[in-house]
């Protein structure tokens, strides 16, 4: 059941627009990342949809109620913010509890609830805790859990682990995502990181410069990116462009290609070949699914699982991903590659 | 084997200077500190002692029943449930007047905001005797807006009557402190974080309880902070109140300054200044603490924060009214004072000015007035010297000095901060004036007594600067063969020059308008500017009163250049 409708909603800064009619839906219960580089617009988005600030024109709908006239105290919709802004003035209990304070629920029905968030996010026993005795990890569980305890309908994320570091990240992205999924909160969840949106989301909303760019679950984006834009912003580095000669023949930098012709603009195409489609081939012949490269291996960097290797051919320099077994050939040496054409994709631009 | 050794004695070398810097320098260190805390002990705590002792013991006899009678006069209590009043109710007033200016300049930009910002700081640096001189001016029976009614509307009589009455010196008390408030709760305010009051509406609270509930608390330690300091100078108002109130109020300050001057009454003067140091000390006490709880700083009042544009009737409307009462509070007095001093019963005149050049046989000078511009000028810069040598020196060794022993020493440092300047100069006359310290007829006491007002000032200007120093550069200035003495010359005075500069020209304004206790110490011969302008303003005739104004335009621009120097330094930062 879709409950949250965006369209053609715009909004704009000292004449810089910041949201280019930005369009789409989200289903009860789904959580939806916005991802993007810093700037792109991203919490502009997250602060229109809580009301904290104006948009210049478009419609925003939840549960079929236009509530662009609603002020966000009325709204009912939860935000964490990026550096959590618990109260100072007040201990762990009472910021949890001010949500269902606003709300005049009873002293007793607040302590059930405040300590049933608590213990939800890992924190029984912090209630009399102040914020100052609060490690980082613990302070953005108490904003989430302060987020959670009035029930929202929708849940907005700005950033919650964003000052965080890269270990305490991995674990509280799975967590937060399994917190919000036990409770079926709709959400919106913003962050420039893309591996955090992928463990987290059901969708991801691309975000660049303004525009949306591409709106999709974390697997399509990931296998087909829609743009080069995107492409880019998702580190993809072997993005090639080139033109189709008689139909199926792809001429660029790296030489010609046989390759079905899924380009639209025949004099400017480019072709994205993910990291991981490579294999090196020692003699044998390429199956059919598979179109051969050969070039140069530049550079060699063992990564554990993976060596990653800058390999040039023709004229440009390819990037893969290739097994520790067999050993790729070393830096200077000739290697002949075999791609799967499914990790081959027409890129618009 | 050979590597290591070298390495190892190189290594020994380092370690050895550096501890040839901390050892010889923790010796010298206390050679830093002996001079500021013997200037304390003579002209600190030597008086204040004196005064404790002149309370218990009279005539020199222990007689603590003398002390007791007098506490427990009605005259005695009287003046101390004033003193509280006066100050409690200016305190009031000016936090009910300046909160919405906070929220207006913490919040909003609008033009004219910078200009603005610079003019509130005028009134804080404004000597008393010319916040004084400039409200007659005004308000008075014989000032502007008097003349202006009597003319418009033909009256025979002023009809503004409130000289001498407490509604003169609050308006006073209101001026002066306006700003103090709008600045140290503005800057507060723009701090907190705009993400608190966002979180508290996502959760549902509306604009009035999220004001009620997070920023009123948030913002109480600014506003008692601020609030203390208010009360604290208008417990100790003197010159405002001895010029505006007339015979008839009198603070413990204005008693103990009749007291002592007026009736001879030492013990009285003395019982009196006891409870003052004593209620002083409890204030300034009290503010120390919500200062240092909440970082509320009354030295660091920049306003941050992201300011938004002013949008929408309602807003408009506040941001005119209070620009509007800001720009008339600061700027009325002040333009009234200018005014008056070049009009006279008959339209513009320079006489007052000029008259200030010639000695009269009857006036109450022997010498021309405008000698006391240039005795405040030496005199200022005698001060200068005093505090910025003693500051330097006391700033060196709290910002070397380690473990418990520095906050103390800084404690000690700001007493004189916590005592006022009445009872400093009463305490020097008598302590100063006989022997073995006798300074009667010396021109020095002045100067030192300035000195010593400045002085903690001078030191908050500066030790922060030096603290700001990595300590890295002296160790890379020891290593690179420095004595201790040439990393304090090149590397701490240079880089600490621009505080040392602020610091001095604070100490300059301090000096150009301390009123208090130069109404003790000063020599009938050589008055300063404050003193001359209060003895014009009590006597009668209207040559007397349009040369205090004349003298009190000069000296608010003799101060006004000194902060407009001292903004032109910060301001090149």
Redesign the interface.
């Known amino acids: 059941m879709t409950i949250l409708n965006v369209k053609n909603l715009s909004s704009s800064y000292e004449g810089q627009p910041l949201l280019k009619e930005i369009t789409f839906s989200l289903k009860k219960g789904e959580i939806l990342c916005l991802l993007g580089p810093s700037g792109a617009g991203k919490t502009t988005l997250l602060r229109l949809l809580a009301g904290l600030e104006k948009e210049d024109g478009g419609i925003v709908t939840f549960g079929n109620l236009n509530i662009q006239t609603i002020p966000s105290h009325k709204r009912n919709f939860g935000m964490m913010f990026q550096e959590y802004a618990l109260f100072p003035h007040k201990n762990v209990f009472e910021n949890v509890s001010f949500g269902l304070e606003m709300k005049k629920s009873p002293l007793k029905a607040r302590q059930e609830k405040v300590a049933e968030m608590l213990e939800t996010v890992g924190l029984k026993g912090f209630a009399h805790r102040t914020i100052d005795e609060l490690s980082g990890g613990e302070r953005q569980r108490v904003a989430l859990a302060r987020s959670l305890a009035p029930e929202p309908q929708l849940l907005l994320l700005d950033e919650p682990l964003g000052s965080l570091d890269r270990t305490l990240r991995d674990r509280l992205s799975v967590e937060i995502r399994s917190i919000l999924k036990a409770l079926e909160v709709t959400a919106l969840f913003v962050t420039h990181d893309q591996s955090e949106a992928f463990s987290v989301a059901d969708k991801v909303a691309i975000l660049y410069e303004g525009k949306l760019e591409q709106f999709d679950s974390p697997e399509n984006i990931y296998r087909t990116p829609a743009n080069t834009t995107v492409a880019s912003f998702l580190g993809f580095k072997n993005i090639i462009c080139g033109k189709m000669d008689n139909g199926d023949l792809f001429c660029s930098a790296i030489g010609p290609i046989y390759l079905p012709a899924e380009c639209n603009d025949k004099q400017n195409c480019h072709l994205l070949i993910r990291p991981e489609a490579a294999r090196i081939i020692r003699g044998e012949e390429i199956k059919e699914d598979e179109i051969a490269l050969e070039g140069k291996v530049v550079k060699k960097q063992f990564q554990g699982a993976t060596y990653k290797l800058q390999i040039e051919v023709g004229e440009q320099m390819l990037f893969f991903d290739l097994p520790i077994d067999p050993t790729p050939p070393g830096i200077g040496y000739p290697v002949d590659l075999a791609i799967r054409t499914s990790a081959l994709i027409w890129l618009a631009s | 084997m050979k590597k290591t050794g070298t390495n190892g004695s190189r290594n020994g070398r380092i370690q050895f200077s550096v501890n040839f810097l901390k050892t010889n320098f923790s010796s010298n260190r206390w050679l830093l500190l002996s001079l500021p805390l013997l200037f304390l002990a003579l002209f600190y705590f030597y008086p204040l002692i004196k005064i404790v002792i002149m309370s218990f013991a009279p005539e020199g006899v222990w007689e603590p029943e003398r002390l007791r009678q007098l506490i427990s006069s009605d005259n005695y209590f009287r003046v101390l449930r004033f003193t509280f009043w006066q100050a409690a109710l200016s305190t009031l007033f000016t936090l009910i007047l300046a909160l919405p200016g906070a929220y207006i300049f913490a919040h909003f930009n609008f033009p004219g905001k910078n200009m603005l910002q610079a003019l509130m700081t005028v009134p804080f640096v404004l000597p008393t005797v010319v916040t004084a001189a400039a409200f007659r001016a005004l308000l008075g029976s014989g000032g502007l807006v008097n003349s202006w009614l009597m003319t418009a509307l033909d009256l025979s009589g002023p009809p503004i009557r409130i000289d001498q009455t407490v509604t003169f010196f609050l308006l006073a008390h209101i001026f002066y402190n306006y700003s103090l408030v709008l600045r140290i709760v503005a800057g507060y305010w723009s701090n907190l974080?705009p993400?608190?009051r966002?979180?508290?509406?996502?959760?549902?609270?509306?604009?009035w309880?999220?004001f009620k509930?997070?920023t009123l608390?948030?913002l109480i330690p600014a506003i008692a902070s601020a609030a203390v300091l208010v009360f604290i100078f208008c417990f100790t108002s003197f010159g405002v109140i001895l010029i505006l109130g007339g015979p008839g109020y009198a603070t413990i300050e204005v008693e103990i300054y009749r007291q002592a001057v007026q009736f001879f009454n030492l013990p009285m003067a003395a019982a009196l200044s006891l409870i003052q140091i004593l209620i002083n000390f409890l204030l300034m006490w009290l503010h120390a603490r919500i200062g240092s709880k909440n970082r509320v700083s009354f030295f660091s009042t920049a306003i941050g924060g992201t300011p938004k544009k002013i949008k929408g009737f309602l807003q408009k409307s506040l941001l005119l009214t209070n620009l509007l009462f800001m720009v008339t509070l600061l700027l009325a007095p002040l333009s009234a004072l200018l005014l008056r001093s070049f009009i006279g019963e008959h339209g513009f005149t320079l006489a007052y000015y000029s008259s200030l050049f010639t000695s009269h046989t009857r006036s109450v000078f022997f010498v021309p007035p405008i000698n006391a511009v240039l005795n405040s000028i030496g005199f200022g810069l005698t001060a200068m010297c005093i505090a910025v040598i003693l500051g330097l020196f006391a700033s060196s060794y709290l910002a070397s000095a380690k473990g418990r022993s520095a906050p103390f020493w800084d404690a000690v440092i700001m007493l004189p901060l916590a005592t006022s300047a009445v009872t400093l100069g009463f305490g020097y006359i008598i302590t100063l004036n006989t022997p073995p310290l006798n300074l009667r007829d010396s021109l020095a006491l002045v100067p030192i007594a300035h000195g010593l007002v400045a002085f903690p000032f001078v030191v908050r200007c500066i030790l922060p600067g030096i603290r700001q120093i990595p300590q890295s550069l002296r160790e890379a200035a020891t290593l690179l063969g420095s004595s201790p003495l040439q990393v304090w010359r090149r590397v701490d005075l240079p880089l600490a020059s621009r505080p040392i500069m602020v610091g001095a020209i604070f100490a300059f304004s301090i000096s150009m308008g301390e009123f208090g206790a130069s109404s003790f110490v000063t020599r009938p011969h050589t008055p300063t500017m404050p003193v001359t302008i209060f003895r014009f303003l009590s006597q009668p005739g209207d040559l007397n009163y349009g040369q205090a104004m004349a003298m009190s335009t000069i000296l608010m621009l003799v101060t006004a250049s000194g902060f407009w120097l001292l903004g032109k330094i910060t301001d090149n930062r």
């Open positions: 974080d993400d608190i966002e979180a508290a509406g996502m959760l549902g609270a509306s604009p309880q999220t509930k997070i608390p948030l």
